[in-house]
């Protein structure tokens, strides 16, 4: 049997491998994959990639790419969601902000550096047309963090996905400001070198079963009720967001792709350079 432990939000997006292991499908081919709940997100989830406490995660795209320009020792091995993250611009209730244009100063709540709420408000400032040198961060850790900060009023605003906030705005916590598309595909499969090196037809496995469930997953009996009730959302919220994602049918990422994204994050200000994107991706099926 071979041991891999994989890393994730616990979010909607990854009920797909909930179910999976639920099913015992890995197991049938072998392989023990154990799932570990990532609530700081991407950042925390590259450092656990870095010290080897998880072989493979499920990482937002902006966030690994950075990372493994600043030396993590992983590829990105598909695209797992290929439709934009949405990303809400969200205040505390209390709060006198009322337009985006109001933010343009104010103190921003971000997990960590290098994280996606980090990444993406570097994004949105851009867009504002806001010099990106001025903006101001507060690291809270992970949503609660940010939910801590906005509420005492140690930041002023925070992005988090869409759809994951929407019961907190629902409840009078945050206040939807606006939203904030990813300009590329939202999240990808990470692997460690090492892990490829050794088990790289365990990894194509785990990927052959990933991508089978995720094919059909909408069509599922009464998945919006299953998702609604499992993350406390609201059933219209979740046939609006199911409307919206698709997940990746396992084409590989192409170097093309990576440059294009490379080339966007250098416009933003999210990394300095482009690099060589054959150092980000490796193609499981050659």
């Not at 998880?54 to 091995?77: C, F, H, Q, R, Y």
């Not at 809270?140 to 992005?159: C, H, K, P, S, V």
Request: with cysteine; proline share 3%.
């Amino acid at each position: 049997m071979t041991n891999l432990t994989i890393g994730g939000v616990p979010e909607h997006f990854n009920y797909p491998w909930y179910l999976t292991l639920k099913n015992k499908e890995y197991k049938k081919h072998n392989i023990n994959l154990r799932w570990q709940d990532f609530p700081g997100g991407t950042g925390a989830m590259c450092k656990a990639l870095r010290a080897g406490d998880v072989d493979i995660a499920i990482v937002l795209t902006e966030g690994i790419i950075k990372d493994i320009a600043d030396g993590n020792p992983s590829k990105i091995v598909q695209t797992f969601v290929k439709s934009p993250l949405i990303w809400g611009i969200h205040v505390g209730s209390k709060s006198s902000f009322k337009n985006i244009e109001d933010l343009e100063h104010a103190t921003i709540a971000i997990s960590r550096f290098g994280s996606g709420s980090h990444l993406m408000a570097i994004v949105n400032a851009h867009n504002q047309g806001w010099d990106i040198a001025n903006l101001k961060f507060k690291v809270i850790g992970n949503l609660q963090g940010g939910i801590d900060a906005l509420t005492n009023g140690e930041a002023d605003y925070f992005m988090w996905e869409h759809f994951t906030t929407k019961p907190l705005v629902d409840n009078g916590t945050f206040r939807l400001i606006d939203d904030c598309p990813t300009p590329w595909p939202c999240f990808v499969i990470a692997v460690r070198d090492e892990v490829l090196e050794n088990n790289f037809e365990e990894v194509k496995k785990v990927l052959d079963i990933i991508n089978g469930k995720t094919k059909d997953f909408k069509k599922i009996d009464a998945i919006d009720k299953i998702l609604a009730a499992r993350y406390e959302q609201q059933l219209e919220d979740i046939q609006q967001w199911l409307k919206i994602t698709e997940w990746n049918d396992g084409k590989p990422i192409s170097k093309n792709k990576i440059t294009r994204i490379q080339n966007k994050m250098v416009q933003f200000n999210v990394i300095e350079e482009k690099k060589n994107s054959s150092n980000f991706i490796k193609n499981m099926y050659i």
